[in-house]
């Protein structure tokens, strides 16, 4: 299951690091570091935050080598959202997956791993029509992680 307060507090500066971002890239805005191209940042390169909650974000041409953990992050960039390594709140940010859903799919793949994304419907709750409306949003590739043994 996903972390109390402090994970709380992440996603909240995540979601203003996010708007902050796109507003940099629509606008033409500069970071300090030099201006953002908004045709040239096409992946996050590096997430953040300092102590006092401040997020930054870079940029890259190419995909993230590890893009499982980017969590929800990826899919403002094209990427697929890995249920296998990602926390709930992560996974309610899939079409029709919310609250109950993400729960059971972390309780799920901590029994036994998800082999592909066909093996979700074995989730209570999931059926084929979900599942195929998860494709091009989510991956099973990774080996399954759990928040707790």
Do not use: H, Y
Not at 10 to 32: C, E, I, N, Q, R
Not at 35 to 57: M, N, R, T, V, Y
Not at 107 to 132: H, K, N, Q, Y
């Amino acid at each position: 299951m996903t972390g109390g307060k402090n994970s709380g507090q992440a996603d909240a500066a995540l979601a203003v690091g996010l708007v902050v971002w796109g507003l940099a890239v629509t606008l033409g805005g500069s970071s300090g570091r030099g201006s953002l191209d908004p045709g040239g940042c096409k992946f996050p390169a590096a997430l953040g935050a300092s102590a006092i909650s401040a997020l930054e974000i870079g940029c890259s041409q190419t995909p993230p080598d590890d893009a499982s953990a980017l969590g929800s992050l990826g899919l403002l960039f094209g990427l697929p959202l890995e249920i296998n390594t990602v926390g709930e709140r992560a996974l309610e940010s899939l079409p029709a997956i919310g609250p109950v859903r993400a729960r059971r799919i972390v309780e799920a793949r901590c029994v036994r791993g998800f082999l592909g994304l066909d093996s979700l419907a074995r989730v209570s709750g999931i059926g084929p029509r979900t599942v195929e409306g998860l494709r091009g949003w989510a991956v099973a590739r990774a080996a399954p992680k759990c928040a707790f043994p």
